[in-house]
């Protein structure tokens, strides 16, 4: 028996994206609904073969559906999160809003499965940041072997993490430069075509000089695998459309060299290990569209530290950093037989 499902933000790039997920997935649904805000009522959403049509978040009886996979932005699950956990479903949140709430468990399923058992607090459970998800799959089977004691990560995003109209602007941007100029920057506060911006989120409100994302990939790391481990992030967002690069940069309490780590990392979940010596033998954003593993390549010893390691980490933001781990999530709850089915109640 299947669930009765809700995607809420179902006109938006990873909102479109649950929707294929949960297709090529196979996940159990007997029923499937879009929900948007008013002004998206009546779009077309595909799901499979079928078109649906989108339903008014104000509106929709959210008691009678099993599952909320929600991806409308952190104002949105701030208004509306809690609300429909407590009106029974398990809600999976894609936005930031819920992920340092001690009362919701944040969750990657390769990384820490088990702390889903506390999800009942609040009947909801954060997606992490899209950056953090990929980092996360593969830092853990090398923490497991050898403690972590600080990584320093530099990223390279793309610009759908922003959204559709970040997508839009640098499509125009591009097209611009060759004929009329680059049209002026909307989104962004410098221009992303043929330039990469130091800046993901806006800045913090204190002295540190972190942007919000950075400060998130430090936070969420901490609540998922290790508070003890130091981190620094640089934030970056390039002129890619779908797909996030980061090089990590690794210290160990202990010894663990290349050949080891590579070994480890081909026999963890959810990676795949595309690493050769010569030039092309590694993976990039655009290889890795359309994926769900997460690829990891570069893998070298560090010869600065005593024990460390550097590595490129790429993945589909949409997917595994967005879209896939939600979906995940679902199935994760359902493998353990914690989804209570109106139908079966």
Same mark, same amino acid.
């Given at each position: !028996?299947?669930?009765?499902?809700?995607?809420?933000?179902?006109?938006?790039?990873?909102?479109?994206? !649950?929707?294929?997920?949960? #297709?090529?997935?196979?996940?159990?649904?007997?029923?499937?609904?879009?929900?948007?805000?008013?002004?998206?009522? &009546?779009?077309?959403?595909?799901?499979?073969?079928?078109?649906?049509?989108? @339903?008014?978040? #104000?509106?929709?009886?959210?008691?009678?559906?099993?599952?909320?996979?929600?991806?409308?932005?952190?104002?949105?699950?701030?208004?509306?999160?809690?609300?429909?956990?407590?009106?029974?479903?398990?809600?999976?949140?894609?936005?930031?809003?819920?992920?340092?709430?001690?009362?919701?468990?944040?969750?990657?399923?390769?990384?820490?499965?088990?702390?889903?058992?506390?999800?009942?607090?609040?009947?909801?459970?954060?997606?992490?940041?899209?950056?953090?998800?990929?980092?996360?799959?593969?830092?853990?089977?090398?923490?497991?072997?050898?403690?972590?004691?600080?990584?320093?990560?530099?990223?390279?995003?793309?610009?759908?993490?922003?959204?559709?109209?970040? !997508?839009?602007?640098?499509?125009?941007?591009?097209?611009?430069?060759?004929?009329?100029?680059?049209?002026?920057? =909307?989104?962004?506060? @410098?221009?992303?075509?043929?330039?990469?911006?130091?800046?993901?989120?806006?800045?913090?409100?204190?002295?540190?000089?972190?942007? @919000?994302? /950075?400060?998130? !990939?430090?936070?969420?790391?901490? =609540?998922?695998?290790?508070?003890?481990?130091?981190?620094?992030?640089?934030?970056? $967002?390039?002129?890619?459309?779908?797909?996030?690069?980061?090089?990590?940069?690794?210290?160990?309490?202990?010894?663990?060299?290349?050949?080891?780590? $590579?070994?480890?990392?081909?026999?963890?979940?959810?990676?795949?290990?595309?690493?050769?010596?010569?030039?092309?033998?590694?993976?990039?954003?655009?290889?890795?569209?359309? /994926?769900?593993?997460?690829?990891?390549?570069?893998?070298?010893?560090?010869?600065?530290?005593?024990?460390?390691?550097?590595?490129?980490?790429?993945?589909?933001?949409? $997917?595994? &950093?967005?879209?896939?781990?939600?979906?995940?999530?679902?199935?994760?709850?359902?493998?353990?037989?914690?989804?209570?089915?109106?139908?079966?109640?």
């Amino acid at each position: !028996m299947g669930y009765r499902v809700a995607v809420v933000g179902a006109t938006g790039n990873v909102g479109r994206e !649950m929707f294929n997920i949960l #297709e090529e997935l196979e996940f159990p649904v007997d029923e499937i609904h879009a929900i948007a805000s008013r002004k998206s009522v &009546g779009l077309d959403v595909a799901w499979g073969e079928k078109i649906i049509k989108c @339903k008014d978040l #104000e509106q929709f009886d959210f008691s009678t559906v099993d599952i909320v996979l929600m991806s409308a932005g952190g104002a949105v699950s701030k208004a509306w999160g809690e609300k429909i956990g407590r009106a029974g479903p398990v809600v999976i949140d894609n936005s930031s809003h819920f992920r340092m709430d001690p009362d919701v468990p944040l969750i990657v399923p390769e990384v820490n499965p088990d702390a889903i058992e506390g999800f009942r607090k609040k009947n909801i459970i954060a997606n992490p940041n899209c950056t953090t998800a990929g980092l996360l799959v593969a830092l853990k089977p090398l923490h497991d072997h050898v403690r972590i004691k600080r990584i320093v990560v530099s990223t390279y995003q793309s610009v759908s993490g922003t959204g559709k109209e970040a !997508m839009d602007e640098l499509w125009e941007q591009t097209k611009g430069v060759f004929v009329l100029g680059a049209p002026p920057p =909307k989104k962004y506060p @410098k221009q992303i075509a043929f330039n990469v911006i130091p800046q993901c989120d806006s800045f913090l409100d204190d002295d540190s000089g972190d942007t @919000k994302e /950075e400060r998130k !990939m430090r936070d969420e790391t901490h =609540k998922m695998l290790d508070p003890a481990i130091r981190v620094s992030a640089t934030c970056v $967002r390039v002129p890619v459309f779908v797909g996030h690069g980061e090089a990590v940069n690794i210290e160990f309490e202990g010894p663990i060299d290349a050949d080891e780590a $590579r070994e480890l990392l081909r026999e963890a979940p959810g990676l795949v290990v595309y690493d050769k010596h010569e030039d092309g033998g590694y993976a990039t954003p655009k290889d890795v569209q359309g /994926e769900f593993p997460v690829y990891v390549s570069r893998i070298r010893n560090d010869p600065s530290l005593e024990f460390g390691l550097s590595l490129w980490v790429v993945s589909d933001n949409l $997917r595994k &950093g967005a879209a896939l781990n939600a979906v995940q999530i679902a199935q994760l709850l359902h493998d353990r037989g914690l989804i209570r089915q109106k139908s079966l109640a």
